[in-house]
């Protein structure tokens, strides 16, 4: 009798432990994320988009999913992305550094024209104590958006109907620009004429018709745009390197573990040197169409590199007045990268 007690004592405890615990259908079930990415399927950055989904699901045993939208079909605009960031309504975004420089105004910083000597001078800064400074700010800024990393854009050169190997070769060109009052003024130190107003996608018949001279831009959108086919001098000169910064969202990061966090932070950081090496093949295929075409690639001397630098010292007491410090702190690491 004693020994029926006591199993059925113990039984009664078994059940109530079970009761007490989750069911195994919702202790794995999972947190599902979302990524928004405005570049089509292929491009570097949503190919290492995927590789950060794929990383984060394998490092968190599948704890945290996190489903990738590419070619802006959940935000087709990067601005309505990080909007939608703030509010917790999407977990991740991959957009251009420029837009985030509205909460960090130090992002200005690192897109002044001619700043870097190289992308190894670009990546020291970034990667150094100057651009995971700007990482740390995103994340203090109040904005509700955290900072995960840098991604590779490239670097802008302009393209044109003529040579140019110095400076001088400019004088009086008209050349596309997007709607940016810094680079108008650029372009106009280097004694051009900036046209704004031309979409990407009529930029090819105004340089065919003669409204413009040429345009600027990375290689993978000259060649991609067919643009080549209009301009077919491309002048490195490499005037400005943006980069790209993979976002997440503070509140909708809430239901996800601190130790999690730490994994999705890491993953993010381990997908730089992927997306940074798909860029390089990318830029090697264009480059490798458009030299394939003819066109003449110009690479210009360290002295004409010197001389269109020193063309943007109004252009830095005008724009970069406010981040001088910084901005030295960037020319001092440039030292090493000549």
């Not at 994320?33 to 949503?46: D, I, M, N, R």
């Not at 991959?94 to 420089?101: I, N, Q, T, W």
């Amino acid at each position: 009798m004693k020994k029926l007690l006591f199993i059925t004592l113990l039984l009664t405890l078994v059940s109530v432990s079970l009761a007490a615990q989750p069911t195994s259908e919702a202790a794995v079930k999972p947190v599902i994320l979302k990524l928004s990415e405005v570049h089509a399927e292929g491009y570097p950055t949503s190919l290492a988009d995927h590789e950060f989904s794929h990383l984060v699901e394998e490092k968190t045993q599948g704890r945290v999913k996190i489903e990738v939208y590419t070619g802006g079909t959940l935000y087709g605009q990067e601005t309505a992305a990080i909007e939608a960031l703030q509010v917790g309504d999407l977990a991740f975004a991959r957009v251009s550094a420029s837009p985030v420089a509205s909460y960090v105004p130090a992002l200005n910083a690192i897109q002044m024209p001619y700043l870097y000597n190289n992308a190894k001078h670009m990546w020291a800064v970034l990667n150094g104590e100057v651009g995971q400074k700007m990482l740390a700010d995103i994340e203090n800024s109040g904005s509700g958006l955290i900072g995960l990393c840098y991604y590779d854009a490239g670097s802008r050169s302009f393209y044109l109907t003529k040579p140019a190997n110095k400076v001088a070769d400019l004088k009086g060109l008209k050349i596309r620009l997007q709607n940016n009052q810094m680079m108008v003024r650029m372009v106009e130190l280097l004694g051009a004429t900036g046209v704004t107003g031309i979409g990407p996608n009529d930029v090819y018949s105004a340089i065919a018709q003669g409204v413009i001279d040429g345009a600027e831009n990375n290689w993978p959108t000259y060649q991609n745009m067919g643009d080549y086919e209009a301009a077919k001098y491309y002048i490195l000169d490499q005037h400005t390197r943006v980069p790209e910064i993979l976002l997440a969202s503070v509140e909708a990061l809430k239901k996800v573990t601190q130790s999690d966090m730490k994994i999705i932070r890491q993953c993010a950081k381990d997908t730089q040197e992927y997306e940074i090496a798909e860029w390089a093949k990318k830029e090697a295929a264009s480059e490798q169409i458009v030299r394939a075409a003819g066109n003449t690639i110009i690479n210009l001397s360290s002295t004409a590199f010197a001389e269109f630098q020193t063309k943007m010292a109004p252009l830095y007491n005008e724009f970069g007045s406010a981040y001088t410090d910084i901005i030295a702190q960037i020319r001092e690491i440039g030292k090493q990268y000549k």
